[in-house]
């Protein structure tokens, strides 16, 4: 498939798309459908468009292994570092409300939860991202 | 009475039936493939259908988003069997 030119030329069309389609559910996630994991999962998608598209070299050339670990890591710190963090100024795990933050209540729950859906969004796309490398590379070996 | 939407949607789900005796029956990958994709037009056409008459917004995102993975899908299981591997 490497020298289909109409596939190629969709693929890089439609990717902006999925990403930017990926961002607003990520942060629309609080007041319509999805969220976090939908979000996550369609970003990952557009890597696995690319993977499909212009062969798994070029897919890993934009994102490595090495970062699908180093991203999943990260989302997983902004998660538990905000929960933490609420612990700390003394509430409960991911008890918003005690975020020391110059803004009325209702506004740090809102920021608080698009914060945490941000890292579960990140996570969601590296660990989907590396499933489909590894699969990928299964079936090359078999 | 019905109105115009709603037999639109009946019609819909008629022809998609249509298409589902062709992704059991039909003789070779191919046939499969082309109405399964088929299938999944008609569910966004659907799911459009469904948002407008019940006037909720919400329905239009889950279209935008089953079409992109739509033709995702429709890619890899054309790529698999071209190549007999997604790599």
Do not use: W
């Not at chain 1, 970062?67 to 509430?91: D, E, P, R």
């Not at chain 1, 969004?121 to 078999?142: K, L, N, P, R, W």
């Not at chain 2, 008629?14 to 589902?20: A, D, I, N, R, S």
């Not at chain 2, 407008?52 to 992109?68: E, K, Q, S, V």
């Amino acid at each position: 498939m490497k020298q289909d030119v109409v596939i190629r030329t969709v693929c890089r069309l439609v990717v902006p798309f999925i990403q930017l389609f990926a961002l607003y559910v990520i942060i629309h996630g609080a007041s319509s459908a999805g969220g976090g994991f939908q979000g996550g999962v369609i970003f990952a998608s557009a890597f696995i468009l690319v993977g499909i598209a212009f062969g798994i070299a070029d897919a890993r050339k934009r994102i490595s292994e090495k970062m699908t670990v180093l991203f999943s890591a990260c989302g997983l710190g902004i998660y538990a570092g905000i929960g933490i963090l609420c612990i700390i100024f003394g509430g409960n795990f991911l008890g918003y409300s005690f975020l020391p933050l110059p803004f009325p209540v209702p506004e740090i729950r809102g920021l608080a939860a698009e914060a945490v859906e941000i890292g579960i969004g990140i996570t969601v796309m590296a660990v989907m991202t590396s499933i489909f490398y590894d699969m990928a590379v299964d079936e090359e070996a078999a | 009475m019905i109105d115009l939407f709603t037999a639109t949607g009946l019609v819909l789900i008629c022809t998609l039936f249509l298409c589902l005796y062709r992704v059991i029956v039909g003789p070779g990958a191919c046939n499969r493939l082309i109405a399964a994709n088929t299938i999944g037009t008609k569910i966004i056409l659907l799911l459009v259908l469904v948002g407008y008459i019940y006037g909720r917004n919400l329905f239009l995102d889950i279209a935008l988003a089953y079409a992109m993975i739509n033709f995702l899908a429709t890619l890899a299981i054309a790529k698999y069997l071209e190549k007999g591997c997604i790599c």
